[in-house]
T-cell receptor, first 114, second 111 residues
Framework: AQSVTQLGSHVSVSEGALVLLRCNYSSSVPPYLFWYVQYPNQGLQLLLK??????LVKGINGFEAEFKKSETSFHLTKPSAHMSDAAEYFCAVTPSGSARQLTFGSGTQLTVLP | NAGVTQTPKFQVLKTGQSMTLQCAQDMNHEYMSWYRQDPGMGLRLIHYSVGAGITDQGEVPNGYNVSRSTTEDFPLRLLSAAPSQTSVYFC??????????FGEGSRLTVL
């Protein structure tokens, strides 16, 4: 079985500050990991994904995440927040090489303050 | 690039009514799924399909039916709507690496 825990349902940062959204996972086999973003009244879109290649993954809009097996973490970061980054972010996990569905975390709402 | 298309975007039902949420994808993905999204609960899987003619239950299947007669289409049926089914519903198709492609969502209110 797999699960995802996102620490902090709401995170606020000032424009230009570092964004750090936390995700910890559990999986009995090597995982594939994903970060999705959801803007108001829209569906989810993929930010980035880890599929067992490089552990530091770069995504769209300046976001990146690092897979740390020893910490079972896949935290999302961005060096400098922009107002347009305000959205809800979801971490998700699936066992690698499996047809099983993704398991999603409960989401983190990011607010960017001017 | 159509991707995943859901209809309708908004629907209001009375308790006990039935309806179908439509979902179509043009990426030739074998895997399709339906999620519901409720505040503070993330996305919960309702039903999924790994190919035409094959469907299975997810985490919260009660009160919903699905069928998959073609690769492209995966409709979700509410048999007898209840207020607890008020939610935003997302259809998604999936490629081999596990990446999901989502529709824009269908917001359902059951009175």
């Amino acid at each position: 079985a797999q699960s995802v825990t996102q620490l902090g349902s709401h995170v606020s940062v000032s424009e230009g500050a570092l964004v750090l959204l936390r995700c910890n996972y559990s999986s009995s086999v090597p995982p594939y990991l994903f970060w999705y973003v959801q803007y108001p009244n829209q569906g989810l879109q993929l930010l980035l994904k880890y599929t067992s290649a490089a552990t530091l993954v770069k995504g769209i809009n300046g976001f990146e995440a690092e897979f740390k097996k020893s910490e079972t973490s896949f935290h999302l970061t961005k060096p400098s927040a922009h107002m347009s980054d305000a959205a809800e972010y979801f971490c998700a996990v699936t066992p690698s090489g499996s047809a099983r569905q993704l398991t999603f975390g409960s989401g983190t709402q990011l607010t960017v303050l001017p | 690039n159509a991707g995943v298309t859901q209809t309708p975007k908004f629907q209001v039902l009375k308790t006990g009514q039935s309806m179908t949420l439509q979902c179509a994808q043009d990426m030739n993905h074998e895997y399709m799924s339906w999620y519901r999204q409720d505040p503070g609960m993330g996305l919960r899987l309702i039903h999924y399909s790994v190919g035409a003619g094959i469907t299975d239950q997810g985490e919260v299947p009660n009160g919903y039916n699905v069928s998959r007669s073609t690769t492209e289409d995966f409709p979700l049926r509410l048999l007898s709507a209840a207020p607890s089914q008020t939610s935003v519903y997302f259809c998604a198709s999936r490629e081999n690496t596990g990446e999901l492609f989502f529709g824009e969502g269908s917001r359902l209110t059951v009175l």
